[in-house]
């Protein structure tokens, strides 16, 4: 009855494992490294030749693309890597700081030092793994440099201003840096680490350009020498690693056929009835009408360009997740692919632009994994990128903060576990079946051994009687019962 009880906890154990992995416990968690290749579009890898990442996809898992947030911008949708929310739940709307009393702006790298936009209301993973012991590490993350209810990331390195985020040489030494000194000598169990490439080459010279196919062919010698240096200090086994970006790009039109957005130029439309004005921005902008000015600018720009979108905030769709935060100014307008949103005249020379509709396909990033806890040679359907942030929690096995994301959308891609697991790690129905079990087997232990105990005291009470050759009545009753 015993062999019978493990092999019912061993069999309900093994088909669970095969549903839902559980958590990594502490003893068998292994450390996580999530890379963001700013703007590596799902597709980079199909017109270069790639031989470390089509490796990397032989040796682990790869997404078909992922789905970013809306707005498919760099700072808001790192934050949503990090925390697992929508732009409208996590607040962090726009890569630049604005007051609108102000007027004051600051651009992407100073908006990095402002505390109060990072620390709107949800935590990044690297402070929800601190508080549960782990140890955590960010070197060029977008969001590293502020601080979250009064803690930071404990190791990190924020980059100078100015800095040059292609440089090759620059890129190895932050390898060494995070796989030697972090991982290896300082035992770190996550680190975030960025590169600001090929994001610039898609701006300056467009997604099809020979520049960006060199970039990719770089991101690839980078991906080989950072699975090198793994290998090196004896890390393959225990670190699993996580290469995604932060959205695509796509080609901007311009020429003769193509009308611009200029909004100076709508009819009925004046920047006079605008109090605050984010545009110029690539293809999404936001307005602050004057008092009373609302539905004017509103009629204004609706429907006076094919390709411009305008909606007041409380109207924009649902499934963009971007109406819903108090930072949304109250128009929000953003243009179809191609496109961009001049204010008074064209200013924005870019020929790649990143921004639009979270389903154009362009805006998709590349997604891949490979390490000791995620199967090998598999493809994975699209998913949207807010489940980036379960997964990573549970490789760590902390406890997840409140997000929009599910551990399910990502399961499969997770290689089943082969871990002893105590009572706390199988679920109540398991729990159950044991605990009937071993009761039952309780119960038959006792009830047999009740009967043989009275027998054997019949037994031996009859052949003491025998001996003594005292035969009353008690023992023919017994001798009778016992027939
Ligand atoms: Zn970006």
């Known amino acids: 009855m015993l062999l019978l009880c493990v092999a019912v906890l061993g069999l309900t154990g093994s088909s669970l494992s095969a549903a839902v992995p559980p958590r990594a416990a502490a003893g068998s968690r292994n450390k996580l490294l999530l890379i963001s290749f700013d703007g590596f579009r799902w597709d980079y890898d199909q017109d270069v030749d790639t031989p470390k990442l089509d490796k990397m996809a032989r040796d682990g898992v790869r997404a078909e693309y992922v789905t970013p ?31 609108t009393t102000t007027q004051e702006k600051k651009q992407y790298y100073q908006t990095q030092f402002v505390d109060s936009y990072w620390d709107n209301g949800s935590l990044p993973i690297w402070i929800t793994a601190q508080r549960q012991g782990l140890k955590a590490g960010s070197l060029h993350f977008p969001g590293t440099a502020a601080t979250y209810r009064r803690e930071t990331v404990e190791v990190r390195q924020v980059e100078p201003f100015l800095y040059d985020h292609s440089n090759e040489t620059d890129w190895r030494r932050n390898i060494d840096k995070v796989i030697g000194e972090w991982f290896h000598q300082q035992d770190l169990d996550f680190v975030s680490l960025y590169f600001g490439e090929p994001d610039l080459v898609g701006h300056k010279y467009g997604p099809n350009s020979p520049e960006r196919r060199e970039m990719v062919k770089q991101v690839d010698r980078t991906v080989g020498y950072l699975r090198d240096k793994i290998q090196e200090h004896g890390l393959t086994d225990r670190l699993n690693i996580i290469i995604t970006a932060d959205h695509g790009m796509t080609t901007v039109l311009r020429g003769g056929t193509v009308e611009e957005i200029i909004l100076s130029k709508i009819p009925g439309f004046s920047f006079k009835d605008i109090k605050f004005h984010l545009v110029d921005y690539g293809p999404a902008g936001m307005l602050l009408p004057k008092e009373g000015m609302l539905e004017k600018v509103y009629q204004a720009l609706k429907g006076s360009h094919p390709h411009l979108h305008v909606y007041k905030k409380e109207e924009m769709p649902a499934r963009l997740h971007y109406g819903n935060h108090p930072r949304l100014l109250p128009i929000i307008l953003f243009a179809d692919p191609g496109y961009v949103i001049n204010g008074f005249f064209p200013v924005q020379f870019h020929k790649g632009e990143h921004g639009f509709d979270n389903q154009v396909l362009d ?27 379960p997964l990573m929690c549970h490789l760590l096995g902390i406890n997840p903060e409140v997000n929009d994301g599910h551990l399910d959308n990502t399961k499969d891609m997770l290689a089943p576990k082969k871990i002893k697991r105590g009572l706390n790690d199988l679920s109540p129905v398991v729990v159950g079946i044991t605990a009937v079990t071993v009761f039952l087997v309780v119960v038959f232990i006792m009830t047999t051994s009740y009967a043989g105990c009275k027998r054997n005291q019949a037994e031996s009470r009859f052949n003491m009687d025998r001996t003594s050759g005292d035969f009353g009545e008690e023992k023919t009753d017994i001798k009778q019962s016992s027939f």
């Open 69 to 99: 947030p809306f707005l498919t911008i760099t700072s808001p949708a790192h934050f949503t890597l990090l925390t697992g929310r929508y732009i409208e739940n996590h607040g962090v709307i726009h890569n630049m700081w604005f007051n």
């Open 363 to 389: 805006m998709k990033p590349f997604f891949r994994v490979v390490g000791p806890d995620f199967k090998k040679n598999l493809v994975v359907p699209p998913f949207e990128t807010v489940n980036v942030y």
